[in-house]
């Protein structure tokens, strides 16, 4: 599964969104003379020329569409799906405060939590669920620093909000190794079976 960036489609979103209006503004415009053709046209050029920040509004759309919201999150990675990734035990024990799925924000817009955020002391240690390899280390725009291990074809695991980290790509991993160390309060984890997202809950055995 190749996953695209999100700053790429937050581009192509701006600018199509703008075509879309000059377009239909000029349209409109060579139907009309005198003062409201004229209005037309100085808006174009207003549009043309004025520099827009849409982020607020891209972010609330994307809250409502969960793919988009999970493409800037992750690398291009692929995992053939042979069994079910299930664990023992999550990478640290902490108090759940987000589960996996549809939330609420702050402000009561619908998000999609694409893994599960569990509360932890500053510096707590984070062990590997499964044995694998390391195939990604690296910063996320919304989790920090991340690490995202591929446990031999049956499932990857992203752990996000790292401070210090203590593996690298291409290094094998065993169970229960710690990898690093939580960078503040709190810990995010996430679980992928071929290109579907899990509830890591749910693998617990």
């Known amino acids: 599964m190749k996953y695209l960036s999100w700053r790429w489609a937050k581009s192509f979103l701006i600018r199509f969104a703008l075509a879309a209006l000059i377009f239909a503004a000029v349209y409109a415009g060579t139907f009309f003379d005198g003062v409201w053709g004229n209005s037309v046209r100085t808006g174009v050029e207003y549009l043309l020329t004025k520099n827009y920040d849409l982020s607020g509004y891209l972010s609330r759309l994307s809250h409502l569409i ?24 999550l990478p640290v024990s902490g108090k759940l405060v987000k589960g996996f799925g549809w939330q609420k924000d702050e402000k009561g817009w619908p998000v999609f939590v694409p893994g599960i955020e569990l509360a932890v002391d500053k510096g707590t240690a984070i062990r590997a669920v499964l044995p694998g390899e390391v195939v990604h280390v690296g910063t996320d725009r919304s989790l920090g620093r991340i690490v995202i291990i591929e446990h031999d074809k049956a499932c990857a695991t ?20 710690v990898i690093g160390t939580t960078a503040g309060t709190y810990f995010h984890f996430q679980l992928q079976e071929g290109e579907q997202l899990v509830d890591p809950l749910t693998r617990i055995q």
């Open 158 to 177: 992203l752990y996000g909000r790292l401070g210090e980290i203590g593996v690298k790509a291409g290094q094998e991993v065993a169970q229960g190794q």
């Open 66 to 89: 969960p793919d988009l919201l999970s493409l800037g999150m992750q690398p291009d990675l692929e995992v053939e799906v042979s069994t079910p990734g299930k664990f023992p035990d």
